[in-house]
């Protein structure tokens, strides 16, 4: 958990992946998460967090549904949004929400 608030600490966005083995559309992200990566480089940092695994986390921050996506930037968190989405999709939220030039 505190290596949670530090990573989230930083200038660079962080978007956390809550998932789970057994979600289908959890692994539909795997790919997308990916090429996003690729796409904005050294401007996002991608956390992926298994539900099952690290619940204390997923109750604090009130996980639902997976998979959901929280994006965090000076350890504020500036979006969430739950489900698949594309990866064009969540670079313009990435852009329109945090300090990216």
């Known amino acids: 958990m505190e290596k949670f ?20 559309p959890c692994k539909m992200m795997a790919p997308i998460l990916k090429q996003l990566k690729e796409q ?3 401007g996002i940092r991608i956390l992926k967090i298994d539900v099952d ?5 997923a109750n604090q921050y009130q996980i ?12 504020e968190r ?7 989405m594309q990866a064009d999709q969540l670079a313009s939220v990435i852009q329109q929400t945090t300090k990216l030039v």
């Open 40 to 42: 904005m480089g050294d």
């Open 78 to 84: 500036k979006w969430t949004g739950s489900g698949v």
């Open 53 to 57: 695994r690290n619940q204390e986390l």
């Open 5 to 24: 608030k530090q990573i989230v600490q930083g200038a660079t966005p962080v978007l956390v992946d809550f998932s789970a083995e057994w979600c289908g």
């Open 64 to 75: 639902r549904s997976v998979p959901t996506l929280m994006l965090f930037q000076h350890g």
